[in-house]
Structures are given as C-alpha cells and as structure tokens.
C-alpha cells in the first residue's frame, strides 16, 4: 500500500519552535506553486503505477491555509488517475485558527475524511511564546465544529516539556485532550532546533526547557493516563483508539513505497530516497530541484531498524532475516538490551519497552551498519 504527501510550504505565522521549510509571505506567488506541485504530482503518480496509493496527506506548513479552488487543482492529478473512493484516508493537516463550518464543509466535499489538528498546549501563555495564531478558545471551538461537520476521525497535537508547565498542568493538558473524545492524539517533546526563535530565547535564558527526568515523567504520565481510557500507543509519539492509527504514517513505519511532492518533501521506494529542495523559488523553475540517493545494503538496514523499532509492533525477526544477511552483532546487541529491560522479545519480535522508549534514538543507532 503506497501513499502520497503534499508538502503545503505556507505559514500564516513563524513558529518559535519550528524549523520546517514553509514561507510567511507567498501571496505574490501562491498561485503559481500551488500550480507547480500540482504539476510534479503529473509528473510523479507513474511512480505508483505498479502499486495502487491508498492514502494522501496535506502537511507543511499550515495546509489549512489553501482554498478550495487551490485542493482542487491538487486533487486533479490524482483523481484523473485514480477515484476518490480508492482512498481510505486523506489527511489535512489543519490549525484551529482555519477551521470553521465553511473550511470544513469544503474539505469534506472534496474528499478530506481526516484532520490533524495543531493545537499544541491548552495554556495561553504557551501559545504566546510558541507564535502560534490561534487562541484557546479556538482550540475549544474548532474540535466541536469539526465534529459537528461530520468529522469523525480527528487527531490532535500536543506538546510536552514544554518550558515552565508543571505536571499538574500537564495532567490537566491531558484530561482535557480526553474530554474530546477523538480517536487519534499526537504527542511530541519539545525540542531546541537549530536556528529557531526558541533556541535564541533559551540561549539568552528567556525561556528554559525542563531537566530530562521531568520531561520523562510527562511522557510516563501521558502513556498511563491515554490507556487507562483505551487510547494506545501503537508509535514513539502517537496513540489511538484501536483501528484508529494513522495509516498513512503506518505505512511510512513500515517501509511502503511513498512521493513528496512540493518544497522540500521526500520519497522513498524501498531502495532509493528523493528529496525536493527546499527553496520556493527553486522549486517553481524546476530546475535540479531534486536530489536522488540510492540506498545501500547498510544503509536499508538501518532505514529499516529505525523505522520499525519505533512503533510498538517493534521488528519482526523472520523478516529481518529473509530480507538481510545475519548478523552476529545485531543478535549480541538485542540480547544485551533484553538483559537491560530496554527491549523485550515476544513471538520472534523485538520491541522497545518503556524504558527503551526514552533511548529509542539511540538503541536504533546501536543496531546500525556502517
């Protein structure tokens, strides 16, 4: 099962965390990239030809910006080669501040049947330190039209350790995620990105991130209070209700063939990754706007490892084995993690237990060829 992913390189805002590639002033050229991602999807979908897409996905930058005119000329593509009920899912990634009865209404009617929406922290002052453009009580409001639209398949985002949040409040972040009812919530920690605002404010000690024992006490917090009510994790930072996982992402975690198309997305088929430059400019002449690299034998093997040892499936070892040649050291390295609690072995899978979940960076890069 193969899918696409639209990069949208639109913000309304800078985020003080983000370091994604997207732009806050394209209105001179909107139309003319939105006409040009529609036209590398032309150019793009032959490479599914020998597998049929099953999912699509706005991310970016803020998808929930682009009007429905704009959806359309990115849906033609595709659905001139494929029909819509071919797809069982199709993400718009969304922020409150864009959501109201007639976005939705729009969204619906094209095709969308799943929103992820960024509502990030429940405290205002949080999202006056973020630059986010929404308010809380648009984050209230927008979750209650969408599902009133008919939205049912709804995933949220939230952050955590975040600067200055207690876990008091943490908690109450959490209750009031549950008290939603959604069927998909998006978790991520914090983290300092090169060249962003928040990297400047905590180097000039306006804003200080948490020690590491008080983040790994959040994230313990969020995994216990989310299953106590049958939200599960199933990847490092998401968790749903059961049948309710992202598949789209499902499928990246499991190595599926997908394109990227616009500024700076990525593909992969399984032997090769392509990336689009990330520069808007660029971009639009089409012009060497792309890189290709062809992966190889290590290299497969450490995409496949990092990927699947971060969702709670884990690595199936029956496979491992059928698709590389053994490896000694990868055996020693999983039985000395097992003796450490990081990892627990059940029915020929390897999967990290929740300690192993807070090295999972690191215990992946353990298992890497070079």
Same mark, same amino acid.
């Given at each position: 099962?193969?899918?696409?992913? $639209?990069?949208?390189? #639109?913000?309304?805002?800078?985020?003080?965390?983000?370091? /994604?590639?997207?732009?806050?002033?394209?209105?001179?050229?909107?139309?003319?990239?939105?006409?040009?991602?529609?036209?590398?999807?032309?150019?793009?979908?032959?490479?599914?030809? =020998?597998?049929?897409?099953?999912?699509?996905?706005?991310?970016?930058?803020?998808?929930?910006?682009?009007?429905?005119?704009?959806?359309?000329?990115?849906?033609?593509? $595709?659905?001139?080669?494929?029909?819509?009920?071919?797809?069982?899912?199709?993400?718009?990634?969304?922020?409150?501040?864009? $959501?109201?009865?007639?976005?939705?209404?729009?969204?619906?009617?094209?095709?969308?049947?799943?929103?992820?929406?960024?509502?990030?922290?429940?405290?205002?002052?949080?999202?006056?330190?973020?630059?986010?453009?929404?308010?809380?009580?648009?984050?209230?409001?927008? $979750?209650?039209?969408?599902? @009133?639209?008919?939205?049912?398949?709804?995933?949220?985002?939230?952050?955590?350790?975040?600067?200055?949040?207690?876990?008091?409040?943490?908690? @109450?972040?959490?209750?009031?995620?549950?008290? /939603?009812?959604?069927?998909?919530?998006?978790?991520?920690?914090?983290?300092?990105?090169?060249?962003?605002?928040?990297?400047?404010?905590?180097?000039?000690?306006?804003?200080?991130?948490?020690?590491?024992?008080?983040?790994?006490?959040?994230?313990?917090?969020?995994?216990?209070?989310?299953?106590?009510?049958?939200?599960?994790?199933?990847?490092?930072?998401?968790?749903?209700?059961?049948?309710?996982?992202?598949?789209?992402?499902?499928?990246?975690?499991?190595?599926?063939?997908?394109?990227?198309?616009?500024?700076?997305?990525?593909? #992969? =088929?399984?032997?090769?990754?392509?990336?689009?430059?990330?520069?808007?400019?660029?971009?639009?002449?089409?012009?060497?706007?792309?890189?290709?690299?062809?992966?190889?034998?290590?290299?497969?093997?450490?995409?496949?490892?990092?990927?699947?040892?971060?969702?709670?499936?884990?690595?199936?070892?029956?496979?491992?084995?059928?698709? /590389?040649?053994? =490896?000694?050291?990868?055996?020693?390295?999983?039985?000395?993690?097992? @003796?450490?609690?990081?990892?627990?072995?059940?029915?020929?899978?390897? @999967?990290?237990?929740?300690?192993?979940?807070?090295?999972?960076?690191?215990?992946?890069?353990?298992?890497?060829?070079?």
């Amino acid at each position: 099962m193969s899918g696409i992913y $639209i990069h949208i390189p #639109f913000c309304r805002k800078k985020c003080s965390y983000c370091d /994604f590639h997207f732009s806050t002033s394209f209105s001179s050229y909107r139309s003319q990239m939105i006409q040009s991602i529609s036209d590398e999807l032309k150019d793009r979908l032959i490479e599914l030809s =020998d597998c049929q897409p099953k999912t699509i996905y706005f991310g970016g930058g803020t998808p929930s910006l682009i009007e429905k005119h704009e959806l359309k000329i990115l849906f033609q593509p $595709i659905f001139n080669k494929y029909p819509l009920k071919q797809f069982s899912e199709i993400t718009l990634e969304a922020n409150p501040e864009d $959501i109201t009865e007639d976005t939705l209404n729009n969204w619906k009617e094209l095709g969308i049947n799943r929103l992820s929406i960024g509502i990030q922290s429940f405290k205002e002052s949080d999202l006056t330190w973020m630059n986010r453009a929404h308010t809380l009580e648009e984050s209230r409001n927008c $979750i209650d039209l969408a599902k @009133k639209a008919g939205f049912s398949n709804i995933s949220l985002d939230l952050m955590y350790g975040l600067p200055n949040l207690s876990l008091a409040e943490w908690e @109450k972040h959490i209750n009031e995620i549950i008290s /939603f009812d959604v069927n998909h919530i998006s978790a991520y920690c914090l983290t300092v990105e090169k060249g962003t605002l928040l990297q400047k404010k905590v180097h000039n000690k306006s804003l200080s991130i948490p020690d590491e024992d008080y983040i790994i006490e959040q994230y313990k917090t969020l995994i216990f209070k989310l299953k106590n009510v049958g939200i599960n994790q199933y990847e490092i930072s998401n968790f749903s209700k059961i049948g309710c996982q992202s598949i789209h992402n499902s499928n990246y975690w499991s190595g599926q063939k997908f394109i990227g198309v616009g500024p700076s997305a990525h593909s #992969f =088929d399984g032997k090769k990754r392509r990336w689009n430059i990330a520069n808007n400019a660029i971009y639009m002449k089409k012009i060497d706007s792309f890189e290709v690299e062809v992966l190889s034998e290590n290299e497969r093997w450490n995409e496949y490892i990092l990927t699947r040892l971060r969702t709670t499936n884990g690595i199936n070892l029956v496979e491992l084995k059928n698709l /590389f040649d053994e =490896d000694n050291q990868f055996l020693q390295t999983k039985e000395e993690y097992i @003796k450490q609690n990081w990892l627990l072995e059940v029915d020929n899978q390897i @999967k990290l237990t929740q300690e192993g979940q807070l090295r999972a960076d690191f215990i992946a890069s353990e298992f890497f060829r070079v």
